[in-house]
């Protein structure tokens, strides 16, 4: 079984918008951010979730830890569908602004210290502290850290406490929204070993959202990626990085500006930018594909890929 499971799960916005056509009633018309996603984590992973800005991963990772709701499908977790925040705190998310999770009033140790002792209120005061002390040995924090506020620290140093504190209750998912892509190139590799470290000495199953595909080689075991609010393909990391299947997938590694080269390899992406209003009832990213033909118009199914992966797209996988 899954440890967490999207099952077709929908998201969408009532947003404004001037369209000055009829489409537009009273001005508000539906954003679909996240469209029939079907995704199984593994227990024990690390996951990638990647995809250009706005395709959905950050509501599909708000939707996954319970603090927002989705509006069509299922998410279960460990088997039992997931409403809300889990109590246990055994989901946990880490967001790309760690000032977003730390309250700039209050000492790091004073935080952590809350965040135990509303997860474990059987522990005495020492006990709590010295479960704080413990947790950012395991971030990588001298033990002074817990006598300073926010402000006094790195945005590295910052980035460990928030996922300091996600690891206060003990979780059994860490779901990370872009958790390096504030940092410097050497700051994010730092948090990415610290990432790696918890998933391997911990079982921590962790779901790394990111729009850096060399990241996400390194660090994923499998990669999920979302083009306007659906998965395209979902692989292997090294199957994904030594044969991507979906037109997109290959756009999006071909884009990577490599260190032997000062330019990308080539155009990643021909034609229009992508519209999330449009209402395409085939593939969605046939507009910008290089290889599209009217048979792209129909829609398109996941398909099997090689031993374990999926696929959006017919040309990929021939027919059987
Ligand atoms: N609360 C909201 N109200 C209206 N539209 C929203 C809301 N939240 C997200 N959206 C829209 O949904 C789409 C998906 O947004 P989301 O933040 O999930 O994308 P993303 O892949 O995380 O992007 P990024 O890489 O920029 O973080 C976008 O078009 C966004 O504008
Ligand atoms: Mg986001």
Redesign the pocket.
Known sequence: MPQLEFRQVE?R???KRDLGDVLARRGRVW?H??RGVDLAVRRGEILGIV????????????IGVGLQPADGGAVLFDGRPLDGPDRAGRLQMVF?DPYSSLNPRMTIGAQLAEVVAHYQPQLSRAARGARVQEILAEVGLVPETALKFPHALSGGQRQRVSIARALCPGPEILVA??PVSALDASVQAQIINLLKRLNRDKGLTIVF?S?DMNVVRYLCDRVAV?YL?EIVELQDSAALFAAAAHPYTRALIAAVPDVRRSQPMAEPISGEIPD?FAVLPGCRFAPRCPLAEAACQAPQPMRVLGQDGLVRCWKAVPAA
């Open positions: 998201r916005f009532p947003v954003l951010a996240v995809g250009e800005s706005g395709c959905g991963k950050s509501t599909l990772a708000r790309q929204d872009e959202i729009h979302m609010g999330p």
